[in-house]
C-alpha cells in the first residue's frame, strides 16, 4: 500500500540551531514529493518540491529538502531555526497515479 | 490575486442538520478536492473532482456529498448521517493528472463544530 510516514508528531529545536523535520514514503514507481506548513486555523501552504535531477531542492523562507532514493526519505531542513518557523508541517507524495499521499504531520516549535 | 476561497470560516451545525461547505476558485484548475484534517490524523480524502460534473469518492465518502456543476465551484455538503462532523474541512485544488508535478493548492479552511 502507498504510503507516507512523519516518525516524529513534534520537534523542538532552540532558535538559531539547525533543524530537520524527518518523511519517509513507500510508493511504487517515481513519485513527486512535496512539503507543506501550516499556521493554526490556516490551509496548507506548500514550501517545496522534488520532481528530478538534484537531490537538494530549496523552497520558501529558506527551507531546503534532501531526497533520498535508496532510504526513500526526504527530510525538511533549515540551516538556522526561526521562532516564526513554529508550525505544523506536512510532508506529501503524488504518485504515478496522480494520488496525493499525505503524512500525519510534524508539530514543531522553535523555543526562543 | 488567484486562489481557493473558503466559507464560512467557522459553522455549526445542529443534530439533525445538513450543512454545505462552499469552496471557490479562480486559478482555472480542473481538479478540486475536499479533505477533512481531525487532530493527529493528517489530512483524509473525502471526495475529489477531476472535471465538471463528475467526483469520485475518497476515503471517507460516507455522510459527505459534493457537486461540480462549475469549474470553479465544488461545494461539499456534510449530512445528517454523519455522526461526527465536528472537524476543520480543507478544499484544494490543482490542474489535473496533466500536471501532476504541480502542488496541491489549499483554501484557509472551515471549522465546522455541532452545537
Known amino acids: 500500500a502507498q504510503s507516507v510516514a512523519q516518525p516524529e508528531d513534534q520537534v523542538n529545536v532552540a532558535e538559531g540551531n539547525p533543524l530537520t523535520v524527518k518523511c519517509t514514503y513507500s510508493?511504487?514507481?517515481?513519485?513527486?514529493l512535496f512539503w507543506y506548513v501550516q499556521y493554526p486555523n490556516r490551509g496548507l501552504q506548500f514550501l517545496l518540491k522534488?520532481?528530478?535531477?538534484?537531490?537538494l531542492v530549496k523552497g520558501s523562507y529558506g527551507f531546503e529538502a534532501e531526497f533520498n532514493k535508496s532510504q526513500t526519505s526526504f527530510h525538511l531542513k533549515k540551516p538556522s531555526a526561526l521562532v516564526s518557523d513554529s508550525a505544523l508541517y506536512f510532508c506529501?507524495?503524488?504518485?504515478?497515479?496522480?494520488?496525493?499521499?499525505f503524512g500525519t504531520g510534524t508539530s514543531l516549535t522553535v523555543i526562543p | 490575486d488567484g486562489g481557493i476561497t473558503q466559507s464560512p470560516k467557522y459553522l455549526f451545525r445542529k443534530e439533525g442538520q445538513n450543512v454545505t461547505l462552499s469552496c471557490e476558485q479562480n486559478?482555472?484548475?480542473?481538479?478540486m478536492y475536499w479533505y477533512r484534517q481531525d487532530p493527529g490524523q493528517g489530512l483524509r480524502l473525502i471526495y475529489y473532482?477531476?472535471?465538471?460534473?463528475?467526483?469520485q469518492k475518497g476515503d471517507i465518502a460516507e455522510g459527505y456529498s459534493v457537486s461540480r456543476e462549475k469549474k470553479e465551484s465544488f461545494p461539499l455538503t456534510v449530512t445528517s448521517a454523519q455522526k461526527n462532523p465536528t472537524a476543520f474541512y480543507l478544499c484544494?485544488?490543482?490542474?489535473?493528472?496533466?500536471?501532476?508535478?504541480?502542488?496541491?493548492?489549499f483554501g484557509d479552511g472551515t471549522r465546522l463544530s455541532i452545537l
Open positions: 486559478l482555472n484548475h480542473d481538479a
Open positions: 522534488y520532481i528530478t535531477g538534484d537531490n
Open positions: 506529501a507524495v503524488r504518485d504515478t497515479g496522480n494520488q496525493f499521499y
Open positions: 484544494a485544488s490543482d490542474g489535473g493528472g496533466g500536471y501532476s508535478n504541480q502542488p496541491q493548492h
Open positions: 473532482s477531476q472535471i465538471v460534473n463528475d467526483f
Open positions: 510508493v511504487s514507481g517515481n513519485p513527486y
